[in-house]
């Protein structure tokens, strides 16, 4: 066989008819719910923010490969658009506009330019900018908007505690979960309280996944697992101390959980290819997302349990992946 008959190109690999850049619009699309949830609660600072960081992540990575690479740029991909959009949506709606771009930098290129492009990194390149501005601007990370009240504001919005924040402060009081003034499940069902710009609305972000499963552009294993691992294990702490512990559908619905678990976890590229190493994966993702929430310094630990466990999938990999095509059993 010719061999310049056969072209092999960089993962991510998805058997059926999609291009890369039709699996990235879904995934646009999929957001488009949480998107207009916040540009309700939030306002002006959703709009800001979202296409400060959008058009930073695609203008990084065009003057990366066209200056830096020298390749031909593939902005079209949309995967630009997908980093810029999830790093919105893990940052404050008030947080400065500079601060933003230097995420953006970090996402694309450092997690993701320097590693060789769309395919290539290891991390997600989102939660590594995320992570970054959490470590070098804990203040203005931490600065959360209340829904509503900032619509018509950006910088000088009005700020309040998440409610994950509000419970570790209430615990370190002493109080009982009964005693601190928490959300009710609908509030936050539906998004009105603080938090990052795209991980307030559980019911948006569900729509999001629905839509995401029904167009096969990720699966149900690793967004299952993760959540299934959290309310199991929450579910049992709750049962046995319900005074030192919130329920499951707290935990469910707060935070980034669901964000995590829908939109970054399934990330092609850092997530594993076989279902049996996505459970593992996800379980992992679970169980760091707990410890850190219970017992780490920070409220919210989903975005440091997948940058963990990202590093453990090509290990995963190796032990739990697809037979080659064309592999025989040992046994035959």
Not at 23 to 44: D, E, R
Not at 201 to 206: H, T
Not at 229 to 238: D, S
Not at 284 to 297: A, E, M, P, Q
Request: hydrophobic residues 50%; contains cysteine; glycine residues 10%.
């Amino acid at each position: 066989m010719d061999n310049k008959q056969l072209a092999v190109s960089l993962s991510p690999h998805v058997q059926g008819p999609h291009t890369t850049q039709k699996l990235m619009l879904n995934v646009v699309l999929a957001l488009m719910p949480a998107m207009a949830v916040s540009l309700f609660y939030f306002g002006i600072g959703t709009l800001i923010v979202t296409l400060i960081s959008v058009g930073s992540c695609v203008l990084f990575e065009y003057l990366i490969q066209r200056f830096v690479l020298r390749v031909k740029p593939t902005v079209g991909d949309l995967s630009a658009v997908v980093t810029g959009i999830i790093l919105a949506f893990n940052v404050p709606s008030n947080l400065p506009w500079y601060i933003v771009v230097l995420g953006a930098l970090v996402a694309i290129g450092m997690a993701k330019m320097s590693f060789g492009g769309l395919g290539n990194n290891i991390f997600n390149p989102a939660i590594v900018a995320r992570v970054f501005l959490l470590i070098s601007f804990p203040v203005q990370m931490t600065s959360w908007p209340l829904p509503i009240e900032s619509r018509l504001q950006y910088t000088d919005a009005l700020t309040g505690a998440t409610p994950l924040a509000l419970l570790k402060e209430g615990l370190g009081k002493g109080q009982s979960v009964a005693q601190i003034d928490l959300p009710s499940h609908m509030d936050m069902f539906m998004g009105l309280m603080g938090g990052s710009l795209g991980e307030v609305s559980a019911l948006a972000l569900l729509i999001g996944m629905v839509w995401l499963l029904a167009t096969r552009t990720i699966t149900w294993h690793i967004p299952v697992s993760i959540i299934g691992t959290v309310l199991v294990l929450t579910g049992a702490m709750w049962l046995i101390a319900p005074d030192t512990h919130a329920s499951p559908l707290f935990h469910l619905l707060t935070g980034g959980l669901l964000l995590g678990a829908i939109f970054m976890a399934t990330d092609y590229v850092t997530s594993p290819m076989h279902p049996s190493g996505m459970w593992v994966y996800g379980i992992g993702i679970g169980l760091l997302t707990v410890v850190i929430r219970v017992w780490g310094s920070y409220p919210e630990g989903m975005s440091f349990a997948i940058l963990i466990m990202n590093g453990a999938v090509p290990l995963i990999n190796r032990y739990m992946k697809p037979k080659r095509f064309g592999e025989r059993r040992a046994d035959k």
